[in-house]
């Protein structure tokens, strides 16, 4: 069974950082991109940065130079540090996994696996 949960959201003021962690487990077999993404009110859930199976990192340009994801495999955890935080940054924030052949997508019908979410809040 594939869990992922999510942590280390919270209130920060613009400028300011924070390191969101995913924790996943039951991921054992095959190979994985990892991803985060976001959705804030009233919008759609975006992806913001992947990880794939060579941990090449991809980033959406809003937080490209500001964001980096990255992880743990011997830990079996996902990472995103965020930098530079502004206002148009709140949002709920999630982890994903899916399995992969090779190719990761930015597309989210394509992950399987979803954590519950952490909410991120900037004041500016």
């Known amino acids: 069974q594939v869990q992922l949960v999510e942590s280390g959201g919270g209130s920060v003021q613009t400028g300011g950082s924070l390191r969101l962690s995913c924790a996943a487990s039951?991921?054992?077999?095959?190979?994985?991109?990892m991803a985060w993404f976001r959705q804030a009110p009233g919008k759609e859930r975006e992806g913001i940065a992947i990880?794939?199976?060579?941990?090449?990192?991809y980033y959406t340009n809003s937080v490209k130079g500001r964001f980096s994801i990255s992880k743990d495999n011997a830990k079996d955890t996902l990472f995103l540090q965020m930098n530079s935080l502004k206002p148009e940054d709140t949002a709920m924030y999630y982890c994903a996994a899916a399995r992969t052949t090779r190719l990761c997508y930015w597309d989210r019908q394509k992950y399987g696996y979803w954590g519950q979410g952490t909410q991120v809040t900037v004041a500016s």
């Open positions: 990880i794939d199976t060579e941990d090449l990192t």
């Open positions: 039951g991921l054992m077999y095959g190979r994985y991109c």
